[in-house]
C-alpha cells in the first residue's frame, strides 16, 4: 500500500521544519509504516484541497485521507492495532496534557524567538502569506519581532526546565521508550533546531541527547 505524506517544506525542498508533520512523521516511523513525503508550501492549497482543508500534515493511506497530527496519530493507532501502541507506557489521557502544554507554552516560546528566521527560510512565493498571518497573529512585524528576540530567550529556557528535569530521571518523556508524547515535543524542538540561526540548545543540553536518541530509534 501506497502512503504519502505532504510535508511542510522551506524554499529549499530538504527543510522540512513543521513540528506537526515532525508527529506525523514519527508516529509513522513508530508503526513502522513505510511512506512518501511530498514538500508542500503555505500557498499551495489547492494541491491538498482534496482532503477538505488547508492545512498540513495530510496523509493518503491508500484510500484513506487523514489530516490534522492528532487525527493522523488516532488512525494510524486504530487501523495498524498490530503494531507498537504509539503512546507507549504514557495513556492518551496523559498524551493529551502533554500536547497542551508544547502547543500553549512551548510553541510560543520558540515562536517568538524563530519566526523572523523561518521567514528567511520560505520559499518566496510564501513570504508575504506568512508575513500577513504570523504579523497579525503578534501584533509586530518580522523585523521587530527579530529586534526583541533576545528578551524571550529567557522564558524558553524556563519553558523547558521540566523536561529537562525529566529527561534526567528516565531516557524518554513515556519512559523507557518514546511514544507519541515524545513525538509531540521533539516536533517542536526539531522546528527551532532547524530554522534557527543561532543555537537554542547547548551541545551538552540532555534535550539535545533525547533528541538524537529520538530520531536514532526511528534511524532517521
Not at 80 to 93: C, D, I, M, Q, V
Not at 150 to 169: F, W
Request: aromatic share 10%; proline share 6%; net charge negative.
Amino acid at each position: 500500500m501506497s502512503r504519502i505524506l505532504y510535508d511542510l517544506a522551506g524554499e529549499d525542498d530538504a527543510l522540512r521544519f513543521s513540528p506537526y508533520c515532525w508527529r506525523a512523521k514519527l508516529a509513522l516511523a513508530h508503526k513502522n509504516l513505510s511512506f512518501e513525503t511530498l514538500p508542500w508550501r503555505f500557498t499551495e492549497k489547492d494541491v491538498i484541497a482534496f482532503s477538505g482543508q488547508g492545512k498540513v500534515p495530510v496523509l493518503v493511506d491508500g484510500e484513506n485521507t487523514v489530516s490534522d497530527s492528532q487525527g493522523i496519530a488516532e488512525y494510524l493507532e486504530t487501523a495498524y492495532p498490530n503494531e507498537a501502541s504509539l503512546f507507549g507506557e504514557a495513556p492518551a489521557a496523559l498524551t493529551q496534557f502533554i500536547k497542551s502544554w508544547t502547543e500553549d507554552v512551548l510553541h510560543r516560546a520558540l515562536a517568538r524567538i524563530i519566526v523572523p528566521d523561518v521567514f528567511a527560510r520560505l520559499h518566496p512565493k510564501d513570504k508575504a502569506y506568512f508575513r500577513e498571518t504570523r504579523e497579525k497573529a503578534f501584533g509586530a512585524t518580522i523585523e521587530a519581532l527579530a529586534a526583541d528576540r533576545a528578551a524571550h530567550v529567557p522564558a524558553l529556557q524556563a519553558a523547558l526546565t521540566p523536561l529537562r528535569s525529566t529527561l534526567k530521571a528516565q531516557p524518554f518523556i513515556a519512559g523507557a521508550a518514546p511514544a507519541y508524547a515524545d513525538h509531540i515535543v521533539f516536533g517542536a524542538l526539531q522546528w527551532g533546531r532547524l530554522v534557527s540561526y543561532t543555537p537554542l540548545l547547548a551541545e551538552d543540553d540532555p534535550i539535545v541527547h533525547w533528541m538524537d536518541a529520538v530520531l536514532g530509534t526511528y534511524g532517521l
